[in-house]
Nanobody
Framework: QVQLVESGGGLVQPGGSLRLSCAAS????????MAWYRQVPGKQRELVAV???????NYADSVKGRFTISRDNAKNTVYLQMNSLKSEDSAVYLC?????????????WGQGTQVTVSS
């Protein structure tokens, strides 16, 4: 069973930076499309950033130019570098992995890490 474990969240002042990590228990990072979502209570889960197996990246308009998704296949870890943080970035950030093989789709979620942007 694959597990995704996020870390790196915390309290940061507006304008500050954080780097989130998502460590996978299996060697899925290189063969799965990986993404970061965020969830605020009472709101729909929002896709923040995606990195494909070909290392193509996409970002939500609200974070373009401020966030960077990357991965280290050797460490089975995906990162989200967050700069110029704003109060509206406060949320639980969740790691997600997805792969389709032989017409079967495999998806995994982490438990999430809290990010709070406040002065």
């Amino acid at each position: 069973q694959v597990q995704l474990v996020e870390s790196g969240g915390g309290l940061v002042q507006p304008g500050g930076s954080l780097r989130l990590s998502c460590a996978a228990s299996g060697s899925i990072v290189s063969t799965y499309a990986m993404a970061w979502y965020r969830q605020v209570p009472g709101k729909q889960r929002e896709l923040v950033a995606v990195i494909t197996t070909s290392v193509t990246t996409n970002y939500a308009d609200s974070v373009k130019g401020r966030f960077t998704i990357s991965r280290d296949n050797a460490k089975n870890t995906v990162y989200l570098q967050m700069n110029s943080l704003k109060s509206e970035d406060s949320a639980v950030y969740l790691c997600y992995g997805r792969r389709t093989q032989d017409y079967v789709t495999y998806t995994y979620w982490g438990q999430g890490t809290q990010v709070t942007v406040s002065s």
